[in-house]
């Protein structure tokens, strides 16, 4: 049967907020930057005000104030952004249950069910009124018969746009995009289809299956069939609260090459990173760590370990293996560390090693109480340890999905 | 240099040496195969600097003329490209010849292929090793001494001595020592005639798993020469020369416990195919992890537990169990694997508690000892 998805994308989210909070900022060209003060100050987002007279995401702050001296800088205020995407998702969740956070300022309904009563145009209008009208901010939906296709719709006119996207107009609309216009597709990838002759969305719905898997992996595939506008993915409520990874970075003041400098930032990264764990439980056996220097060239080196690991010290160890190895002298803009691979560390099972195995072997008394005390009274009787989740911000940038574990426990 | 040959006798040679060839080498000439016809025979050499593989194909066996030495000389042909050639050729006849210094011609039938061919004089000399520490053992039984340990070596280069297996000479036995640092291999074998001039070497795990495919299911010798760098295999026409791995083998001995409180005698088979069973649960887990646990009549339970896919329990009769009771939990793997090196139906499994080593035996002999460290569950 046929779905009906709604990809709901706010416009310039934070930019909105602010002039949400602050009237008098509306109609004026305003900017939210990093940190406006050091030179890390990217923006981040901008007003579409600011937008008309040139100014896009990643300019840093002193190019932009050059190329629009009245622009207003703002720094992020992330408690704000977050009670904002509380209250969407709130209007979100009044029409189907069937909603899927994809990160603050956007995700995915499935409103099949809904549009049986309603037609899904009108829907869709009343739900882009309701959070103007009540939230005072601009957002796009797309509307399709698969995510794919909802968020290439939402993007096709902003701000307050409402698009429907059929499958059948994939042919007329899409094909003769080029293949980075596609969701899904970035430089290198793009990059590797070029060499195969691919240019265009519609050379990419036609491409040799096979080949493609052979270049591009599993996502090849996947490619080929978003190309065809198939997309089988469902709306998926609980997806935002599988972490996957996690992971800081951090864009530094100046472009640094001591290894003192690195070693410090490595273990603030490590601690941030370990605190995040902590607080959703969680352990991992992949590392990886990204490195962008002053040429903005970016490049990540991951290994996987034996024994997942959660603890600061582990992960700045790896981390600081894995830099040594990938690092060629060269400055430094940016660092970053993810552990991914999680699992939950009550799932965790430590290989023991001819090096380390004394130091647990102490514990066994521990083991063997449980354990008769377990025969005695039944499985579960006694845990190690107790499940109490902790709350962190240790990751407060747009990217991080952390704050929704807050929604979780209503 | 010119000559004729058969040419399975020489595909039979290029599979040896070409063992030992890299695409990934750092030097070039090694990408090749170095030819040197004399009037005995015809000399093929494959290198990677790591492990050298020369096999001699001679001129006559049992009074069979299988070369036809016409000119003797040397030449480097690259190795992929000749032995594409080589097994492409459309009779059982095969003439090589090389003219003007470099020009190659190989014919075969009415094919001829030209190649352009390095200067042999460029070829890396072979590494020269004293004959002074030299011993002997059948092929057969060299080949069950690999494969009862090189298993067991690291698989990463954290280690990067631990990649190989450690062999020491301790009086008349030879001891095999390999493992990774999660579980360990030993394998001790009596043999004549040991050298007295080197006590412990350390053998690079991928020079054993080659050298295993060249060597035949043959009780024939091998002599093996030792050398503080370098290891040197000889067979009847083959020799293997192997770089050695630098530095300090951890000392092993005092990881294996003498005294035990858990003795178990099982089926080595039975209890193989119930571990198997278990793992097909534990697989998706990283350490692929299956509890083990004694109970009363001797019978131990096997389990499994995975959150996401489901889990399994199963009883197994065992022959005895002496000792405190035991719940430990291990790697599959790394008992299966052991197991298999046992091949045994008699073994024996000692443990010292859970959060220590224990090793398996075969219940009439140590020659082959397993030992495997448990994984502690959160």
């Known amino acids: 049967?046929?779905?009906?998805?709604?990809?709901?994308?706010?416009?310039?989210?934070?930019?909105?907020?602010?002039?949400?909070?602050?009237?008098?900022?509306?109609?004026?060209?305003?900017?939210?930057?990093?940190?406006?003060?050091?030179?890390?100050?990217?923006?981040?987002?901008?007003?579409?005000?600011?937008?008309?007279?040139?100014?896009?995401?990643?300019?840093?702050?002193?190019?932009?104030?050059?190329?629009?001296?009245?622009?207003i800088i703002l720094p992020p205020d992330f408690p704000k952004y977050r009670e904002a995407s509380k209250a969407i998702f709130t209007i979100l969740k009044s029409y189907t249950n069937l909603v899927e956070p994809v990160s603050i300022d956007e995700g995915y309904m499935d409103v099949t069910e809904v549009s049986k009563e309603r037609h899904p145009l009108e829907l869709a209008k009343e739900i882009q009124l309701r959070i103007f009208n009540e939230l005072d901010l601009p957002c796009s939906i797309g509307i399709a018969p698969n995510k794919f296709l909802a968020k290439t719709a939402s993007d096709m006119k902003k701000p307050m746009g409402i698009t429907v996207l059929r499958k059948r107009e994939v042919r007329e609309k899409l094909w003769p995009l080029p293949v980075l216009k596609m969701h899904g597709i970035?430089?290198?990838?793009?990059?590797?289809?070029?060499?195969?002759?691919?240019?265009?969305?519609?050379?990419?719905?036609?491409?040799?299956?096979?080949?493609?898997?052979?270049?591009?992996?599993?996502?090849?595939?996947?490619?080929?069939?978003?190309?065809?506008?198939?997309?089988?993915?469902?709306?998926?409520?609980?997806?935002?609260?599988?972490?996957?990874?996690?992971?800081?970075?951090?864009t530094l003041p100046y472009d640094i090459i001591e290894m003192k400098d690195i070693e410090t930032t490595f273990l603030k990264l490590s601690e941030k990173v370990a605190e995040r764990l902590e607080a959703k439980n969680l352990c991992g056996s992949t590392i990886t760590i990204q490195i962008r220097d002053c040429h903005w060239k970016n490049q990540s080196k991951s290994k996987t370990v034996q024994n997942p690991i959660y603890l600061e010290k582990d992960i700045f160890r790896e981390a600081m293996e894995l830099f040594s190895k990938a690092w060629d002298g060269t400055p430094i803009r940016l660092l970053g560390v993810t552990v991914s691979n999680v699992i939950d560390k009550k799932h965790f099972a430590e290989q023991l090693s001819i090096f380390n195995f004394e130091q647990f072997a102490k514990e066994e008394p521990i083991y063997e109480i449980i354990h008769s005390m377990e025969k005695k009274f039944g499985k579960g009787i006694v845990q190690k340890g107790i499940d109490v989740k902790k709350k962190s911000y240790a990751s407060k940038t747009s990217f991080s999905k952390d704050f929704f574990d807050d929604l979780i426990d209503k | 240099m010119k000559f004729e040959i058969m040419r399975d006798r020489l595909l039979d040679g290029l599979n040896d040496v070409t063992k030992a060839i890299s695409s990934k080498t750092t030097i070039p000439i090694l990408t090749g195969i170095k030819i040197d016809v004399t009037d005995n025979g015809v000399l093929l050499t494959g290198s990677d600097a790591d492990i050298t593989i020369q096999t001699f194909i001679p001129a006559e066996e049992d009074g069979n003329q299988i070369i036809n030495i016409v000119e003797t000389g040397s030449i480097v042909l690259q190795a992929r490209m000749f032995n594409e050639i080589v097994r492409k050729l459309p009779t059982n006849d095969v003439e090589i010849e090389v003219k003007n210094e470099l020009q190659t011609h190989i014919r075969s039938g009415k094919t001829e292929f030209h190649l352009i061919g390095s200067d042999a004089s460029e070829y890396p000399l072979l590494p020269e090793i004293s004959t002074e520490n030299r011993f002997e053992i059948p092929a057969d039984l060299l080949k069950s001494v690999i494969r009862e340990t090189v298993?067991?070596?690291?698989?990463?280069?954290?280690?990067?001595?631990?990649?190989?297996?450690?062999?020491?000479?301790?009086?008349?036995?030879?001891?095999?020592?390999?493992?990774?640092?999660?579980?360990?291999?030993?394998?001790?074998?009596?043999?004549?005639?040991?050298?007295?001039?080197?006590?412990?070497?350390?053998?690079?795990?991928?020079?054993?798993?080659?050298?295993?495919?060249?060597?035949?299911?043959?009780?024939?010798?091998?002599?093996?020469?030792?050398?503080?760098?370098?290891?040197?295999?000889?067979?009847?026409?083959?020799?293997?020369?192997?770089?050695?791995?630098?530095?300090?083998?951890?000392?092993?001995?005092?990881?294996?416990?003498?005294?035990?409180?858990?003795?178990?005698?099982?089926?080595?088979?039975?209890?193989?195919?119930?571990?198997d069973r278990a793992s097909l649960v534990a697989r998706e887990d990283r350490n692929n992890v299956v509890r083990f646990e004694t109970l009363e009549d001797d019978a131990v339970k096997i389990s499994s537990n995975s959150p996401e896919i489901g889990k399994v329990e199963e009883q197994i009769p065992v022959e005895s169990i002496e000792g405190e009771e035991l719940v430990i939990s291990f790697s599959a793997k790394y008992m299966m694997e052991a197991l298999k090196a046992i091949h045994g139906q008699d073994v024996i499994i000692q443990f010292t508690g859970a959060m220590r080593p224990f090793i398996l035996r075969s219940v009439h002999d140590d020659s082959i000892l397993q030992l495997i460290l448990p994984v502690r569950t959160y």
């Open chain 1, 1 to 71: 049967m046929a779905r009906v998805i709604f990809h709901v994308d706010m416009n310039s989210f934070y930019a909105s907020v602010e002039q949400a909070y602050h009237p008098e900022l509306k109609g004026k060209p305003i900017a939210i930057a990093g940190n406006p003060k050091e030179r890390r100050g990217i923006i981040v987002t901008s007003s579409y005000e600011a937008r008309a007279k040139g100014i896009y995401t990643t300019m840093n702050v002193a190019e932009a104030l050059k190329t629009c001296p009245e622009l």
């Open chain 1, 186 to 250: 970035g430089e290198s990838t793009a990059k590797k289809l070029h060499t195969l002759n691919i240019y265009t969305i519609g050379d990419l719905a036609k491409a040799d299956e096979r080949l493609l898997k052979q270049k591009l992996g599993k996502n090849g595939v996947r490619l080929i069939r978003r190309a065809n506008g198939i997309d089988t993915r469902e709306v998926d409520p609980n997806a935002i609260y599988d972490t996957k990874s996690v992971g800081n970075s951090t």
């Open chain 2, 151 to 275: 298993f067991a070596v690291a698989a990463s280069e954290s280690r990067p001595v631990l990649t190989g297996v450690n062999w020491n000479i301790e009086n008349d036995e030879l001891i095999c020592v390999a493992t990774d640092s999660h579980r360990l291999a030993r394998r001790k074998v009596k043999l004549e005639n040991l050298p007295n001039g080197i006590e412990s070497i350390v053998i690079p795990g991928k020079s054993l798993n080659e050298l295993n495919k060249i060597l035949g299911e043959t009780s024939n010798p091998v002599e093996i020469t030792m050398s503080n760098q370098q290891i040197l295999f000889k067979t009847d026409h083959v020799l293997f020369f192997s770089r050695l791995l630098e530095g300090n083998y951890p000392d092993t001995s005092r990881l294996i416990p003498n005294e035990f409180k858990t003795n178990i005698k099982l089926d080595g088979k039975t209890f193989l195919q119930a571990i």
